[in-house]
């Protein structure tokens, strides 16, 4: 048995309607001037109230900058050579993913302060201690990782309740995905300490979102704030970003993947995947085929009549890819760094039976 030998810095966060008024209590131990970084809508949708927030403090923003398209590396260094940014005490990373992926990127390395403003519910970027890294052409470059999160995460949830439902959307099935893949990944093996504190914490990537998903995504849809909503936005920004960092060490197995990121990282091949469809949607259309395979029919039935009950797809033209196309891509599962590390080799033989049951499960046949 190995002795563990690390150190884990673990995000803080508020939450809440009113959570953007703890701003100055939380911040001012770190300075005065604040950078505001982020995409433009998530700015747009939060600024006015964090002005508010902080008021009559000694805060102030002595700037706001657009982080750009894409989290690349060359979007880190155009924003790294700004003086305005060697001016700011600290940096407001507020938006999506890639824009809170940006800062980070920016900002950790060089132990500059940075807290994160979610805008939209799509991912656990705010909370997390990886930033992924894309090429200036837009496609997937490799995930970064840093000692430590950012300094405290600020979710505003009537902020989020007003953004496009269709983030949460697909956030949704990126979340419930991070409790079937770590599970699987992990089974049977003897975890340390932060590894077993990952897959149990996954167990809250599942169930709050299960049960509270379809009411959630109603009330993101009419744009208001919810105890539902509030339970999934936590559940998609807050435990699956614990859950990643427990689960996704540089140096141990990555028990953080599996066979439906495998299937969604392997379909980017075609274009409408990327240009129409979001990553969390693909996901988890993915899941259906790792339940399947893994023979776990009753939590296949779960998550199907879920993803039916909010439109999440079930069926591979939900995601507009032909049976040709998805028969091209089995092939390359069995090879991929997300099934490495898995309690089994994934076959293609494997995925042709779950492909079987799938239809079969949707023409109202038995599958088990
Ligand atoms: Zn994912």
Known sequence: MKLENYEMHLPSYSIGGDCYKKIPGVCKDYGSKILVIGGEKGIRSAIDKIRAAIEGTDLHIIGIELFGKDCTYKTVEKLRSLSIYHEADMVFAIGGGKAVDTCKCLCIDDDKPIFTFPTIASNCAATTSVSIMYNEDGTFLKPHFFIRPAMHTFIDTDVIAQ??????????????????ESTISSRDENL???TALGVNISQMCKDPVLKYGKKAYEDQLNGRSSYELEQVVLAIVVTTGLASIFLTRDFTPDYNSGLAHAIFYALTRYPVIEEKHYHGEVVGFGILFALLCDQ????????????????????????????????QILPELPGMSDVRHYPYAVSVEMMEDAWKKLDAFAAGRSIN
Do not use: C
């Not at 953004?163 to 419930?176: K, N, Q």
């Open 163 to 180: 953004s496009p439902a269709i983030y949460m959307w697909a956030g949704i099935g990126d979340t419930y995905a991070k409790y079937y």
């Open 192 to 194: 340390e300490h932060y």
């Open 296 to 327: 776990d029919y009753e939590a296949f039935e779960q998550i199907y009549r879920f993803n039916e009950s909010i439109g999440l797809p079930v069926k591979l033209e939900d995601v507009e890819i032909t049976e040709d196309q998805f028969r």
